[in-house]
């Protein structure tokens, strides 16, 4: 029930683009995106609905297929800040709106 | 508040003994969500509150857990017997509904030792 994402680690020169995906194996309502750095909080950054949408803001953004039940963030021109683990939430909708959580991203953008 | 607090930011406990955790979600969000997050790990789910009452407690381990939320706004995880498997970050975070992120506080590190 997890979702899986890939890349599990990358590594990036600042100024170089990334791509996580996250794929589940259960029909989605929505897709969350958080970054968390080491020692903090999850820092949410965007959330995509169900319909297909695509959204971004500042260099990030991100796509949702819900056909293929997976999702997709986008990094560009990356930043020393973007460093952190990446996780996307999935919420199947009904009864309750809580997310389960990706196995994780790590992104370490280097000088 | 302006965001989530949780109390203590770190506790270390005995086996055997019990603790409590605290949550105080920001001012007006109905929903309320207890993770917990190993080392290396995402969060997993444990226990979302939609006002006072608990909505979906499946992530629940097992009966040694427990949660409140009495007025519909503190919220209090609560850990009988601790086990040395209960050691991890707990995250409490709250939510302005369906559609809307999560804003998490910053944890309760607990090691039981």
């Known amino acids: 029930q997890q979702p899986v994402q890939s890349p599990q680690a990358v590594i990036l020169r600042e100024g170089e683009d990334a791509v996580i995906n996250c794929s589940s194996s259960k029909a989605l309502y929505s897709v969350h995106w958080y970054r968390q750095k080491h020692g903090e909080a999850p820092v949410f950054l965007m959330i995509l609905l169900k319909g297909g949408e695509q959204k971004g803001h500042d260099k990030i953004s991100a796509s949702f297929n819900e056909k293929k039940q997976q999702s997709s963030l986008y990094l560009t021109a990356s930043q020393l800040s973007y460093s952190g683990t990446y996780f996307c939430?999935?919420?199947?909708?009904?009864?309750?709106?809580?997310?389960?959580f990706g196995t994780g991203t790590l992104l370490a953008v280097q000088p | 508040g302006a965001g989530v607090s949780q109390t203590p930011s770190n506790k270390v406990t005995e086996k055997g003994k019990y603790v409590e955790l605290r949550c105080d979600p920001i001012?007006?969000?109905?929903?309320l969500y207890w993770y917990r997050q190993s080392l290396g790990q995402g969060p997993e789910f444990l226990i979302y509150?939609?006002?006072?009452?608990?909505?979906?407690d499946s992530g629940l381990p097992n009966d040694r857990f427990f949660a409140v939320r009495p007025e519909g706004s503190v919220s209090t995880l609560k850990i009988q017997r601790t086990e040395r498997g209960d050691s991890a970050v707990y995250l409490c975070a709250s939510s302005g509904g369906s559609g809307a992120g999560y804003t998490f506080g910053s944890g309760t590190r607990l090691t039981v030792v």
């Open positions: 001012s007006g969000h109905t929903a």
């Open positions: 939430g999935t919420e199947m909708g009904g009864a309750t709106n809580k997310l389960i």
């Open positions: 509150f939609q006002g006072t009452g608990a909505a979906d």
